[in-house]
């Protein structure tokens, strides 16, 4: 099986595609095919970068054929604009993996440090510490929103 984790935003982007089930990595946590993070140019219109970030993902899909997507919640940020353009870059996200038929699990960010790390307000560096620990890597996954876009797919691994 393997898990597409996505850690949404309309800038930044990150995921990482976890197979299970045939060696590599810890037993029963797969191996890390492949993370990084999609960049979208701040001086794209929000529709652009929405655009942008539907053919990206669509196009990662299409290339691991993930059968689950683990998605991050909208967290809800002081800045209403903030929580709402996180909501957009979700939707889109959503539309991609139900395209494509994919099983859809989605995790608080609090859910997924506590499953990764034990402690839901982990900070960044812990989870990608945890990540490469879980994973047996050798470094964590940079940048940061990488490492997150793998701990969601990790979410979905230890908690299935």
Known sequence: MRVLGVDPGTQITGYGVIETGNGGGTPGLGRLIECGVFRFGRSNSL???LAELH??????IKRHQPSVLALEDAFYHKNVRTTLVLGHARGVILLAAQQEGLDIAQYAPAMIKKTVVGAGGAQKSQV????????????????????????AALTYILRS
């Open 47 to 49: 529709p652009q970068r």
């Open 55 to 60: 053919h990206a993902i669509a196009q990662l």
């Open 128 to 151: 990608g510490a945890m990540v490469a620990h879980l994973l047996r890597l050798k470094h964590a996954p940079k940048p940061a929103d990488a490492a997150d876009g793998v701990a």
